[in-house]
């Protein structure tokens, strides 16, 4: 079974600082690993997926995520984060080849002006 | 566009009713999936189906039902046996022919129970 573990549920943050989400993950077999961003009320947007290859992923927005097989983490970094980064972010897992697709509880990014 | 399509919006429901939330999606997508999400709970699997006919039950599937009579439409019906359905439902899709399932979302129904 598959399990996925946001460290933090809420990080605030000033305008212009660098930020990471931090994002754990245990599975027994080879998976997929994506970021989702949530603005409120809203559906849920791919920020980048990392699938194989290199282990440094570039999204949209200016984020970018790291695999890390040995510490099976998958954190989210931006190094100058805008007002309008402000929402919620979910890691999640998918068994390669598989039909499911399992959620952390998601962290709450705030950034202040 | 391509996209999902939610409907309504905002949902209220009195105790003992059940109301059907739509979702329809025109990316060509085989695999249809329904969440269920609370504060800070994360994202909940109620049912998913992989193609036109056929379902199954994902991790909180008691009282909904589903039903996928055609590849564009997956309907959810929270049923009078949900005991706490108040929450924030959202609507995904696959493509099931990459093997990656890189899901795309619908903007969500937000169901109240008064």
């Known amino acids: 079974a598959q399990s996925v573990t946001q460290l933090d549920s809420q990080v605030p943050v000033f305008e212009e600082a660098p930020v990471e989400l931090r994002c754990n993950y245990s599975s027994s077999v080879s998976v997929y690993l994506f970021w989702y961003v949530q603005y409120p009320n809203q559906g849920l947007q791919l920020l980048l997926k990392?699938?194989?290859?290199?282990?440094l992923v570039k999204g949209i927005n200016g984020f970018e995520a790291e695999f890390n097989k040995s510490q099976t983490s998958f954190h989210l970094r931006k190094p100058s984060v805008h007002i309008s980064d402000t929402a919620e972010y979910f890691c999640a897992v998918s068994e390669t080849g598989g039909f499911k697709t399992i959620f952390g509880a998601g962290t709450r990014l705030f950034v202040k002006a | 566009d391509g996209g999902i399509t939610q409907s309504p919006k905002y949902l209220f429901r009195k105790e003992g009713q059940n109301v059907t939330l739509s979702c329809e999606q025109n990316l060509n997508h085989d695999a249809m999936y329904w969440y269920r999400q609370d504060p800070g709970q994360g994202l909940r699997l109620i049912y998913y189906s992989q193609i036109v006919n056929d379902f199954q039950k994902g991790d909180i599937a008691e009282g909904y039902s589903v039903s996928r009579e055609k590849k564009e439409s997956f309907p959810l019906t929270v049923t009078s046996a949900q005991k706490n359905p108040t929450a924030f439902y959202l609507c995904?899709?696959?493509?099931?022919?990459?093997?990656?399932?890189?899901?795309?979302f619908g903007p969500g129904t937000r169901l109240t129970v008064l």
């Open positions: 995904a899709s696959s493509n099931t022919g990459t093997a990656i399932n890189e899901q795309f």
């Open positions: 990392y699938l194989s290859g290199s282990t």
